[in-house]
């Protein structure tokens, strides 16, 4: 197997900006240092609460905003550092699908507008060859080739994400980012669209960066899985070993956290105290330490690096050190 | 399985809303039982009336909305029945609510610990100074950390957790008998939500709350209730205690439900899916609401299913299910 995307070192800061004249007062480290593989025709999941950083680094991969710092290596070339042609090149190979497909549709367009935008953009073919591209691209996803001129209200939840999905698609890509994309769905529509990436990831060979803050479902797409918190990975590991055996005190944190379905196992929880901290002013040395169980004086002191441990690499003292209290 | 009398009894409640496309039967004859110190939950997907049958309780029925049918009472009282200006002591007082989103059920321009205050000078008839050491009692009562600044906070200046906490402040300020908490933990984070329940299975404890928990997740379900009815297209499909429920479902509906999720202890190549979607209240299916996206009708055909509508009937102690396959004979 080898690496699709290799993310190498990407910061995205952004600066406050405050008072009359608009000075920088500070910066928000919003993604700090993410180093990670994903390899071909595989799915990374990327699990974490609000204010992670998941969504700036989605978009600093399909280059909404560029990097602080770091590359980003698609196909074993440079895409961040590349000159504009090859940018857009490697551009359609990576897709995005958002969370609200009630707002990332232009209402007014009939749908196979929005679905061959990409197309027509990069300027490929006449309109019968976008008809056709649409057409296909609909049944692929499973809707009705006659939806191609309904509008956007005239679908349900569940089939405004397969638009979505299908917006994606007709780029051929090769990489899909797939930012919380059953959120705002219903489970039993969930179960649809979890189903239809699955099955769109085994035909196209297609990789995958799927990110969600539901555990159960990264559970339930994921090969490899990523955890952040405040902006740093604090975990990286193959999906069976993170939820069988996670090392993060917030990986464990968040994994018993979240409810299960099943009223015998009720109410063994490992409780958090505390809050996310504010990413502007983020404490000194493990950013977790203030909720952590775990933490002594190093923590507070000493950011921790992540550090590989059998298949999974984390980033934190008390592991490194073996200590359980 | 509480003898004691219910506190809060919905008998047969309808609640519609006339639309240009029709009569939308929101909620359409739900009927419970609610007992001092219990949770139920109700479960279910956009759109099955789970909200509407709690609005309905609470007397806040938006335009066009309107409670066509049934009898909902608080103890003794007959709340359909009341006067606005009578419904106004109850509601907030001994009946309260908490929203899925606290950011805007919170209003922006006054500080919470004026918000909470007015609480406990609109239904107890406290002066302000009294209201305002009240407000910091139920403050430290739901966790606020340094209550004393936070009091003088606006809700902006709150995070979603914090906001939430000061939402179930204000709910059990007065200790009402009865908390209905409609989706109080979606807009947040995993690890918040895990506090905001601990926090309210705490109150109860203490203050012996009947609560109505109302969510799409089965999670908190599973987590949460003492009993569960679930609800589908305006109607309570099926209706059991909680460990019943996840054992042993009956109604096609919950089942398909509970294979469509995924779980962290399980490794499945594929979900369950249920086909189609829920039918649009305006122009509902004649037989079973379910009828149409019911995969196990198709193992076993019942004629009833798609031409009379099932009842909501009793198939084992204290469990009961609305499906023409489990009940009919």
Known sequence: ?325 | MNAAAPILTVKDLSTWFDTRAGTAKAVDGVSFELHAGETLCVVGESGCGKSITALSIMGLIPRPGRIVNGQILFKELDLLALKEREFAKVRGNRISMIFQDPSSALNPVHTVGDQIAEVFTLHMGLSSAEAHKSALGVMKAVGIPDPETRMKAYPHEMSGGMAQRIMIAMALACEPEVLIADEPTTALDVTIQAQILELMRDLQDRFETATILITHDLGIVAEMADRVAVMYAGQVVEFADVVTLFDNPQHPYTRALMRSIPTIGAEQEMLEVIEGRVPPLTNLPKGCRFAPRCAERKETPDPRCETEAPELIDIAAAHSCRCWLRTGQ
């Open chain 1, 1 to 325: 197997m080898n690496a699709l995307l290799e993310i190498r070192g990407i910061k995205k800061t952004f600066p406050v900006r405050k008072g009359l004249f608009q000075r920088v007062k500070g910066h928000v480290n919003a993604v700090r240092d993410v180093t990670v593989d994903i390899e071909r025709g595989t799915t990374l999941g990327l699990v974490g609460e609000s204010g992670c950083g998941k969504s700036t680094l989605a978009k600093v991969l399909v280059g909404l905003y560029p990097p602080s710092e770091g590359e980003i290596r698609f196909n074993g070339k440079p895409i961040i550092r590349a000159e504009a042609t090859e940018r857009i090149d490697t551009a359609r190979s990576i897709q995005i699908v958002f969370q609200d497909p009630y707002s990332s549709l232009d209402p007014r367009l009939p749908i196979w507008r929005s679905i061959a935008e990409g197309l027509s953009i990069h300027h490929e073919g006449d309109a019968s060859t976008l008809w056709r591209r649409v057409g296909e691209i609909l049944e692929l996803v499973g809707l009705p080739p006659n939806a191609a001129d309904r509008y956007p209200h005239e679908f349900s939840g569940g089939q405004r994400q397969r638009i979505g999905v299908a917006r994606a698609l007709i780029m051929d890509p090769e990489f899909i980012i797939c930012d919380e994309p059953t959120s705002a769905l219903d489970v039993s529509v969930q179960a649809q669209i979890l189903n239809l990436l699955k099955r769109l990831q085994e035909e196209l060979n297609l990789t995958l960066l799927f990110i969600s803050h539901n555990l159960s479902v990264i559970r339930h797409v994921a090969d490899k899985v990523m955890v952040m918190y405040l902006g740093a990975v604090v975990e990286i590991a193959p999906a069976r070993q993170l939820f069988n055996a996670p090392l993060h005190p917030y990986t464990r944190a968040l994994l018993s956290a979240t409810p299960i379905a099943d009223p015998k196992l009720r109410g063994r929880r490992i409780k958090l105290e505390g809050e996310l901290p504010s990413p502007i002013n983020p404490p000194p040395g493990c950013t977790f330490h203030p909720r952590c169980p775990l933490a002594n004086d190093r923590c507070k002191r000493e950011e921790p690096r992540l550090k590989p441990k059998g298949d999974a690499s984390v980033a934190c003292h008390a592991v490194e050190e073996g200590r359980t209290e």
